[in-house]
């Protein structure tokens, strides 16, 4: 299994994330994807892609962090991604956010700068959502971008999901579709095509049913991969397959 997005460099880890990884790799999980948030998070980022074979890195502005929403802070991507792109798998995790304070046209320069900068590199893109499918959607059209990546935490319907794995974008399936109530999410990843999604725990946050108000690590993976499985009707091991499977395709690790 392949744990597409987690925040191991975020520092409720910091004390035991050895630990956090031995046993999640005993659950099976074989793999991590680390996405960027903040110049901090790129420098610790860049030293576990260094001590952890296991471990990709991306680097991103995430517009819930205000200071990332600047021009300045966008020059400072750009210096970073220029001297380390040969170590990262995407750009991201870059978005929209409608409930934050940002000025989504803030949000809006900024993403289709980092946009830009993905396409610039031939990279994929990591993409934040809350509330604002119509707006990236636009965005993607309107900047031509096509080197595809992933709607992290992808909830939503059934046309928003075919109008993103058109545009050539896999969808993350998360602790969301452990919850009863998600009846839309669950249903549309319940007949999205597989070969168009992936497996993510958005470590530490996003916890499963039942364990709200807990840290979330990607030992969790195996009861998403089982739930997704029982939505769909099929095998466990076809979902672990395929799902990693897609990962290795979107972000060239054959």
């Known amino acids: 299994m392949i744990d597409s997005h987690c925040h191991l460099d975020f ?25 960027g948030t903040t110049e901090q998070g790129w420098q610790r980022q860049l030293q576990l892609h260094k001590d952890l074979p296991d471990v ?34 995407a750009i991201g995790e870059a978005g929209l956010d409608a409930t934050v304070e940002t000025p989504m046209k803030t949000q809006q320069d900024r993403l289709e700068q980092q946009l830009t900068l993905a396409a610039e590199y031939h990279l994929p893109i990591i993409l934040h959502h809350r509330k604002t499918h119509h707006l990236l959607i636009e965005m ?18 059934k046309q928003v999901a075919n109008t993103y794995i058109d545009e050539g974008f896999k969808l993350g399936v998360g602790g969301t579709i452990t919850y009863d109530r998600a009846n839309k999410t669950r249903a549309t990843l319940a007949q999205a095509p597989i070969e168009a999604l992936l497996l993510e725990t958005d470590s530490p946050d996003m916890p499963l049913a039942g364990f709200q108000g807990q840290r979330n690590t990607p030992q969790q993976l195996p009861r998403i991969a089982h739930e997704l499985a029982t939505l769909r009707g099929c095998p466990i091991e076809q979902v672990i397959e395929q799902t990693s499977r897609n990962y290795r395709q979107l972000f060239q690790r054959q």
């Open 11 to 35: 520092t409720t880890f910091a004390d035991d994330l050895a630990s956090v990884l031995q046993r999640s790799r005993e659950q099976g999980v074989k793999h991590f994807l680390i996405p």
């Open 56 to 89: 990709d890195i991306a680097f991103g502005l995430h517009p819930y962090f205000a200071q990332t929403m600047t021009a300045s802070a966008f020059d400072t991507l750009s210096h970073y991604v220029a001297k380390h792109h040969r170590q990262l798998v």
């Open 140 to 157: 993607i059209k309107h900047t031509r971008f096509s080197q595809g990546g992933v709607i992290h935490a992808f909830s939503g319907s």
